[in-house]
């Protein structure tokens, strides 16, 4: 079955392009593992799916190819020992991201999927920030349990895959380490956002909501209003009124609730999305025709208790692609 969408911004021919980015990277967090995320789910198959099920062509992109991540996180961490930074291994996440962001800026072109695969949340500064590259109007929906928009001042735990939203949105620039430097200037509207899945915001992250009027629909909406409904109005507020506007699902596994699949992930939490509503929307987003752009991320294999967990979260992550490029149930 070839997808019957017809992606509006991309080329719809046997030419159809997925660039896959490898983003493996975990310096955005505390945990070990996450660096996995994308390995697995190219293990699982991912890639063949995209390309038989399908019917994408597909090209794998590694910008980190080369760069000794291990080490350079265990140098950044033994020095912070002394030094105790507010925000952890920045100038390590700036230079993956901008690795990232570069890949993503040069190596893709206007009408080739750009489908990233992390690693911890933060690598979406990189992948974000090269997506609006190309579509400097696209609207981003953010699947998420967290807000991901601390900034470098309101952060609790100093871990940047809890801040990339306020990076994008160059929120407290002023206070930013200077190896941020690379991300532009005006580059993410906070009106061209919109959350779903949000059930643990820190109070800061509340306060920046409210105050720069932020769309976020919470678990509250999705029970209050269901999945259509929130997703429909989700791709009404970051359309700004036009229905072809290009649109990126930035997905973080931990949208979902763990009982449900995803139980391998850093920072899950419970009474989230359930298997189909997480599907639904990816879904129906790629049902408009605008969506260019997908990450991936979080998906942490080290943290099963065995193998059928491993093996549920992986096959949701690559669930979340092929949804993405097409798939339907009919
Ligand atoms: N991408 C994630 N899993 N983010 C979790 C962030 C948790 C918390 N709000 C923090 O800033 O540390």
């Not at 871990?159 to 941020?180: E, Q, Y």
Request: aromatic letters at 6%; proline letters at 3%; hydrophobic letters at 35%.
């Amino acid at each position: 079955m070839s997808s019957q969408i017809n992606f509006k911004h991309l080329v719809n021919d046997e030419n159809r392009m997925c660039k896959i980015v490898l983003a493996p990277f975990n310096g955005g967090q505390p945990h070990g593992g996450v660096d996995l995320g994308a390995e697995y789910m190219m293990k699982h198959g991912l890639k063949q799916q995209i390309e038989e099920i399908l019917k994408w062509n597909t090209e794998v992109l590694d910008p980190l190819n080369g760069v000794n991540l291990e080490q350079l996180k265990a140098e950044a961490d033994e020095q912070e020992k002394e030094t105790k930074p507010k925000i952890k291994r920045a100038d390590f996440v700036s230079m993956a991201n901008k690795k990232i962001y570069e890949t993503c800026k040069n190596d893709i072109s206007k009408g080739e999927f750009q489908l990233t695969l992390g690693g911890d949340h933060s690598i979406a500064i990189g992948s974000i920030a090269g997506l609006l590259s190309r579509y400097p109007d696209a609207g981003i929906i953010w699947i998420d349990a967290h807000a991901d928009i601390n900034t470098v001042n309101t952060t609790e735990s100093g871990n940047l895959h809890g801040c990339p939203v306020s990076f994008l949105a160059n929120m407290d620039r002023k206070d930013w380490p200077k190896s941020f430097d690379w991300v532009p200037e005006n580059l993410l509207a906070t009106d061209k956002i919109a959350y779903i899945g949000l059930r643990d915001v820190d109070a800061g992250e509340k306060k920046i909501l409210r105050d720069n009027n932020i769309k976020a629909f919470s678990m509250y909406h999705v029970d209050r209003y269901g999945i259509n409904s929130v997703v429909e109005q989700a791709i009404a507020h970051v359309s700004k009124g036009n229905k072809d506007c290009p649109i990126m699902i930035s997905y973080d596994v931990d949208a979902i609730d763990p009982e449900a699949s995803v139980q391998c992930t850093g920072t899950k939490v419970d009474y989230g999305l359930n298997n189909r509503e997480a599907l639904f929307l990816c879904e129906r987003i790629c049902e408009t025709g605008n969506v260019v752009a997908l990450d991936v991320v979080e998906v942490n294999p080290s943290l099963g208790a065995d193998e059928t967990e491993i093996l549920k979260t992986v096959a949701m992550g690559c669930s979340i692609v092929r949804c993405t490029l097409g798939e339907t149930l009919l």
